[in-house]
Nanobody
Framework: QLQLVESGGGLVQPGGSLRLSCAAS????????MGWFRQAPGKEREGVSC????????NYAYSVKGRFTISRDNAKNTVYLQMDNLRPEDTAVYYC?????????????????WGQGTQVTVSS
């Protein structure tokens, strides 16, 4: 059974850092594009960053460029999101997702499998 489990969320002060992890089981990560999405209260789910299955191409939402970094370790079946210089507007539930696609636009509709989410709160 394919499963994604996120970890690493929490409460951090503005300017701080967090690293989210997404551990995958039940499938081989190599064949999947992976993405991080977030949803704040009252807002739609949005793509934060994605990484393709072939070539490892990455894309980022404009609001996080230069602050967030996505990476994948296929040997560990894990995807990471390093988040630096966090801002209050980054507060949201962050979800990991997997899609059996070669390239990705980092849109939620492309992804078939989702984790349960991890809360990130940026506040002083």
């Amino acid at each position: 059974q394919l499963q994604l489990v996120e970890s690493g969320g929490g409460l951090v002060q503005p300017g701080g850092s967090l690293r989210l992890s997404c551990a995958a089981s039940g499938f081989i990560l190599d064949y999947y594009s992976m993405g991080w999405f977030r949803q704040a209260p009252g807002k739609e789910r949005e793509g934060v960053s994605c990484i393709s299955s072939v070539g490892g191409s990455t894309n980022y939402a404009y609001s996080v460029k230069g602050r967030f970094t996505i990476s994948r370790d296929n040997a560990k079946n894990t995807v990471y999101l390093q988040m630096d210089n966090l801002r209050p507007e980054d507060t949201a539930v962050y979800y990991c997702a997997a899609g059996l696609i070669i390239a990705t636009l980092c849109e939620p509709y492309e992804y078939d499998y989702w984790g349960q989410g991890t809360q990130v709160t940026v506040s002083s």
